[in-house]
């Protein structure tokens, strides 16, 4: 019931296509939805997050769509760069777990 | 310094050995997290450490691993008697508290040999 599952595991998409990333989760009682970019080497930095009380949030070419009732949230990435190319997890935390639970990671790869 | 520091930054040691992983939160941040990234991999939750509260250590994945934190300050995670599937990157997170931005550090790449 912790879990987060993410999908896909890896994606490629062409320079200026909109990639698209989804996660699932299970336990209800998540509350913050937070998406991370990691690039080799380094740890992963917040890129965007949201909370279940909107549905979008957009931040440049940035959005989360969240949808409360299926207990899903997705990443869209728009006008993909070759510099977006890195690894992104999804990840969740609530009162009743208390801790951040990530994702398994999708790894993108923009072409130019 | 300004962000989550790590130390140290690589750490090789033999099989059988144990290690010590030090992480320096943010100053004034109540919550800390470990994970363990293994190559390729997400990231394994371990531990976290939310002000004075008890520790929520669902994640250790077995009993060779230890971690302490004195009240908000430094963490220190401890492997006993490495064994090479321990292998791995260990990162370190802190934020002001539970469900606000978590900053990560460099992360510690342990390989046992």
């Known amino acids: 019931q912790q879990q987060v599952k993410q999908s896909p595991q890896s994606l490629i998409v062409q320079k200026g296509g909109i990639s698209i990333i989804n996660c699932a989760y299970e336990?209800?009682?998540?509350?913050?939805f937070p998406w991370y970019q990691q690039f080799p080497g380094k740890g992963p930095a917040l890129l965007i997050a949201i909370r279940p009380d909107v549905s979008e949030k957009k931040e440049g070419r940035f959005t989360i769509s969240f949808n409360k009732s299926a207990k899903q949230f997705s990443l869209h990435i728009m006008d993909s760069q070759p510099g977006d190319s890195a690894t992104y997890f999804c990840a969740a935390e609530g009162s009743a777990t208390n801790k951040l639970i990530f994702g398994t990671g999708t790894l993108l790869a923009v072409q130019p | 310094g300004a962000g989550v520091s790590q130390s140290p930054s690589n750490k090789v040691t033999e099989k059988g050995k144990d290690v010590e992983l030090r992480c320096d939160p943010i100053s004034g941040h109540t919550a800390l997290y470990w994970y363990r990234q293994r190559l390729g991999q997400g990231l394994e939750f371990l531990i976290y450490?939310?002000?004075?509260?008890?520790?929520?250590k669902s994640g250790l994945p077995s009993d060779r691993f230890s971690a302490e934190r004195t009240g908000e300050s430094v963490s220190t995670l401890t492997i006993q008697r490495t064994q090479q599937e321990d292998s791995a990157v260990y990162l370190c997170a802190s934020s002001v508290t539970r469900g606000t931005e978590a900053f990560f550090g460099q992360g510690t790449r342990l390989t046992v040999v």
């Open positions: 336990n209800t009682a998540f509350d913050y």
């Open positions: 450490f939310q002000g004075n509260s008890a520790p929520d």
